[in-house]
DNA sequence: ATCTTAATTTAGGATATACTAAATACGTGT
DNA sequence: ACACGTATTTAGTATATCCTAAATTAAGAT
């Protein structure tokens, strides 16, 4: 039984939204989905009453993913990841594009078609973003990686992750340089506004950035 | 204003199925799409009274299609055939599993992935089976192939086009070695069966096709 | 002219997915 | 215990796309 784009787009959402098996409230699935919450009530009792039921839902308790649900839900970040990482590495595309290209063509793919981009890569784990790529059985690789934000010099670390996807984001922060694999050393944390003085390996200059960058990037710290 | 799945799917059958600017029927066009007639009969109504309209309706009488409605089935045709040829030469498929994936693929992709396939592949006029491309400003380039069913001997001819998009059959052929590109000469012709007697170039042993075939490919005769 | 049949359209419904407006429940501070 | 504001659900609609069954039209045969 084939799943509709909007059912899978609601799985990835309610995943990506879940952390920890806490469950998801209608109104955060509405709003990352841009939809009214009204209609994410609607499709949240769709779903629980399907056969077999993607997710459990509790009457304004919000829900969480079935098993089936959270298979569904990585079987298409698997699609997703993997598109963005083809569009980069052999599309040309640059990394704050992919993301909407990598949205619409999730849902039409097949699984020969998932396979041959995933070879043609050399099985990649991460995306261009930094975010892993569930493997081909479906289960997510686990990253120890904690938000630049939490660092206090001299701390050194890599960057492993940007956890935004709006493309002038990115583009920003690539503009100064920060990307997956860059190191880097904390230099000051400034108190009150926590924003963090640092430089990146290779680069003369330093830099300053506030928490609305430093909670977005992942690092993981060198001993 | 973006047109939905069916209605490109709607477009290009019409596209296919109307030779000359001759009108095509309902009936026509839900065999092709597997669609029950009144379904049809309903599509082309609303397909009529969009605006502006993607197609000519007449009651009965079946429908051609506007300026629009045929720029919109050249652009997804051309969406269409790239892929396919994408697909054979950068992820290695065969020629007869690429159409389910491209049929979908095709309303889903952008104009720069169309831009940035069509340079990768250096912007090809023809699919693996042959059919032309629809160029960047959406004309179909002509040409003058005929059907093998024409031929007599003793001419020789060039496979141009295979027009049967069903894997076995292209499975079939692929295994005799007629492909597009593939030169060949008839060496008989027999009275009442028209089956083909030929021999293609490179080849030690002969080949006997029947009209079921040769009406299928497409060649272009050499002088 | 009428009959028969095939093609087509109309009528009535189903399903998926959204919306808005109104009703209801929950949690918090009084 | 209660009232208030927020979150959530219910109710009632809308649109797109399909279906089946029944009605209609057109075209060829008698
Ligand atoms: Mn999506
Ligand atoms: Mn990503
Ligand atoms: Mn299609
Ligand atoms: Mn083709």
Redesign the pocket.
């Known amino acids: 039984m084939r799943l509709?784009?909007?059912?899978q787009d609601?799985l990835k959402t309610i995943y990506a939204l879940g952390v920890e098996g806490r469950p998801v409230?209608?109104?955060?699935i509405a709003r990352r989905?841009?939809?009214?919450?009204?209609?994410?009530?609607?499709?949240?009792?769709?779903m629980a009453s399907m056969s077999p039921p993607l997710i459990h839902?509790r009457?304004?308790?919000?829900v969480t993913l079935t098993e089936e649900g959270e298979r569904i839900a990585l079987e298409t970040l698997r699609h997703h990841r993997l598109l963005e990482t083809y569009l980069v590495v052999n599309l040309g595309y640059s990394w704050d594009a992919v993301h909407e290209e990598a949205c619409r063509l999730e849902h039409v793919i097949s699984e020969d078609f998932e396979r041959r981009i995933a070879e043609a890569l050399g099985n990649p784990e991460r995306d261009p973003h930094g975010d892993p790529i569930p493997t081909p059985d479906l289960t997510m690789p686990q990253s120890d990686s904690c938000p630049l934000a939490s660092l206090q010099p001299p701390q050194r670390a890599v960057v492993r992750r940007v956890c935004n996807e709006e493309p002038p984001f990115l583009r920003h922060i690539a503009r100064l340089g920060l990307k997956p694999g860059v190191r880097l050393e904390v230099l000051e944390r400034s108190a009150f506004d926590h924003n963090l003085r640092l430089r990146l390996e290779g680069h003369e200059d330093e830099l300053i950035l506030g928490p609305a960058v430093t909670e977005r990037i992942y690092v993981e710290v060198i001993s």
């Not at 409230?25 to 955060?28: G, I, K, L, Q, Y």
């Open positions: 509709s784009h909007a059912i609601y409230s209608t109104t955060a989905l841009g939809i009214a919450p009204a209609s994410v009530t609607g499709m949240l009792q769709r839902y009457k304004r308790r919000g």
